[in-house]
């Protein structure tokens, strides 16, 4: 059983920046996939960015792809998003997620998943 809390979101500016956090209980984080999902208003939840189990693979959404970038560092059970130029419609809540099979855009893929931040934009 694996538990995932995020952080480190907030309000920002168009163009501005953000960080989020994500630490997993347990000693066997390596093992998992890692995933970052987020939901708008009125909208079903969305694939952003995975990470693989070592960390050497990244895949992302074409709609982040250069703005956003996925880490991690399996010592700390901790994976991150950097949010760079951040734009009005980024704005929704922001999830992490973890994997026991492949790093996937699907989200019927993972099978723990944080209680969200909120991230929002303004104009």
């Known amino acids: 059983q694996v538990q995932l809390v995020e952080s480190g979101g907030g309000l920002v500016q168009a163009g501005g920046s953000l960080r989020l956090s994500c630490v997993a209980s347990g000693r066997a984080f390596s093992n998992y996939a890692m995933g970052w999902f987020r939901q708008a208003p009125g909208k079903e939840r969305e694939f952003v960015g995975t990470i693989s189990r070592g960390g050497g693979s990244t895949f992302y959404a074409d709609s982040v792809k250069g703005r956003f970038t996925i880490s991690r560092d399996n010592a700390k059970n901790t994976v991150s998003l950097q949010m760079n130029s951040l734009k009005f419609e980024d704005t929704a809540v922001y999830y992490c997620?973890?994997?026991?099979?492949?790093?996937?855009?699907?989200?019927?893929?993972?099978?723990?998943w944080g209680q969200g931040t909120q991230v929002t934009v303004s104009s």
């Open positions: 997620a973890a994997s026991s099979g492949l790093y996937s855009r699907r989200l019927h893929e993972y099978d723990y």
